[in-house]
């Protein structure tokens, strides 16, 4: 089944206590990005890859970073976390950048104490 | 900087029709994307616009005038299901891919 993988689905930290949540696709997809979801706020763009070892920054990147060192993965990092991480986080993924649609993972949950 | 704005909140009933406006302001354009989102789901593709003109899929259809910096999303005959946030979502370009989106338009569909 074609489809996007997060894991943590939720997790509770604590500050400063570094995290790795993972996303992964099994399309063979070259175009993959992270989002945050905050009531009030929207889905906001974290970071971006247009293929391997190729990521660029969102509209909010700070306090996260990404790598792209295989096609299928882009986990999503924050060194360390701090209570406005508090959030809903999805990863996606498409064919390519103009490909049309974008498939979502089913979300991470974090709460960072 | 990129601004996008759709309407917070809609009502409906069931078996009308009701359209979703999106008015956006980017740095460059590269396509427009309508996605549905129940409430604690990931967000489904809708409909994705590069072109000026309507796009029609069963009962949702979508509109761009990229010339206005406006997108509307039409839903025909409404169903209890339809209540969902509609997102509507801009790619710009000028050598980035970001993808912007608006706050979502939360719609409600009574009997």
């Known amino acids: 089944e074609a489809q996007v993988t997060q894991n943590p689905r939720y997790l509770i930290t604590v500050t400063g206590k570094k995290l790795t949540v993972t996303c992964s696709q099994n399309?063979?997809?070259?175009?993959m990005s992270w989002y945050r979801q905050d009531p009030g706020l929207g889905l906001r763009q974290i970071y971006y890859?247009?293929?391997?070892?190729v990521t660029d920054k969102g509209d909010v990147p700070e306090g996260y970073k990404v790598s792209r060192k295989e096609k299928r993965n882009f986990p999503l990092i924050l060194e360390s976390p701090s209570p406005n991480q508090t959030s809903l986080y999805f990863c996606?993924?498409?064919?390519?950048w103009g490909a049309g649609e974008l498939f979502f993972g089913e979300g991470s949950r974090l709460t960072v104490l | 900087g990129q601004n996008i704005d759709q309407p917070t909140e809609m009502t409906a009933t069931e078996g009308a029709i009701v359209q979703i406006n999106c008015t956006y302001q980017?740095?460059?354009?590269?396509?427009l994307f309508w996605y549905q989102q129940h409430a604690g789901e990931a967000p489904t593709f809708l409909s994705y616009n590069v072109l000026d003109g309507l796009e029609e899929k069963g009962r949702f259809s979508s509109f761009l005038s990229r010339s206005k910096g406006y997108s509307y999303l039409l839903l025909k005959e409404l169903q209890m299901k339809d209540s969902a946030s509609y997102l509507c979502?801009?790619?710009?370009?000028?050598?980035?891919?970001?993808?912007?989106f608006g706050k979502g338009t939360k719609l409600s569909v009574i009997p």
């Open positions: 890859s247009m293929n391997v070892e």
């Open positions: 980017t740095s460059g354009f590269n396509g």
């Open positions: 996606a993924s498409s064919l390519s």
């Open positions: 399309m063979n997809h070259e175009y």
């Open positions: 979502a801009v790619v710009s370009g000028a050598g980035s891919y970001q993808l912007t």
